[in-house]
């Protein structure tokens, strides 16, 4: 059974940045993609940034060049490294994980989306927050 514990989240000011970390239980990273997502109140959950099996990442255009999504694979933790913070990025950021078939790095974060119904075995933490202040 996969687990996701996601912390790290909390109030920083516009242009300051955090670093949000995500604790798996019984992932099989051969066979796993990771994930995170953010969803905001009143709009849709989004992906913000994922690792592919072979840790090839992929990230929303809102985010590139600002985040960076990376893994330890020996302490089994997914990190989300946040910079440049701005209002906008204001969500419950929930980490997540999927079997993964073969498929485009460019199609990871709307896979890992939609895995739950295409039958895909995914599994999402609880998640933890983020408010950015202007």
């Known amino acids: 059974q996969v687990q996701l514990v996601e912390s790290g989240g909390g109030s920083v000011q516009a242009g300051g940045s955090l670093r949000l970390s995500c604790v798996a239980s019984?992932?099989?990273?051969?066979?796993?993609?990771m994930a995170w997502f953010r969803q905001a109140p009143g709009k849709e959950r989004e992906g913000v940034a994922g690792?592919?099996?072979?840790?090839?990442?992929s990230y929303a255009d809102s985010v590139k060049g600002r985040f960076t999504v990376s893994q330890d694979k020996a302490k089994n933790i997914l990190y989300l490294e946040m910079n440049n913070l701005k209002p906008d990025d204001t969500a419950m950021y929930y980490c997540?994980?999927?079997?993964?078939?073969?498929?485009?790095?460019?199609?990871?974060?709307?896979?890992?989306?939609?895995?739950?119904?295409?039958?895909?075995?995914?599994?999402w933490g609880q998640g933890t927050q983020v408010t950015v202040s202007s």
């Open positions: 690792l592919y099996r072979d840790s090839t990442p």
């Open positions: 019984g992932l099989i990273y051969s066979r796993h993609c």
């Open positions: 997540a994980a999927a079997d993964c078939p073969p498929l485009k790095r460019a199609d990871l974060l709307r896979y890992i989306e939609a895995a739950q119904a295409l039958g895909a075995p995914s599994y």
